[in-house]
């Protein structure tokens, strides 16, 4: 079988290189989840410019600094950590 060259309208396509960055996305998505400690409901992932970042809402102080470890630890990139938590107080328990 032969094939030929993948042409668009008679151009060579242009790969998008930022597929890696969806993956990224849903292996820390994945891991907070996941994460006991950690209501992520409301946390958004995204990667960009070779930086994840977090944004929403969590419910404690703590696990600002919980999915910020997750994300660094599970992405393999610099963290942007937008997170807002619901209350000042820390958990308890």
Known sequence: ??????????????IDKSAGGAQVEARVADALACAADLD??????????????????VLYPEEVVIAADIAARV??????NRLRCQTDKPKSG
């Open 40 to 57: 992520a409901t409301q946390v958004a992932v995204t990667e960009v410019d070779g930086a994840i970042v977090l944004d929403g809402i």
């Open 75 to 80: 992405g393999g990139l610099p963290v942007q």
């Open 1 to 14: 079988m032969v094939f030929k060259p993948q042409t668009f309208h008679g151009d060579t396509p242009e």
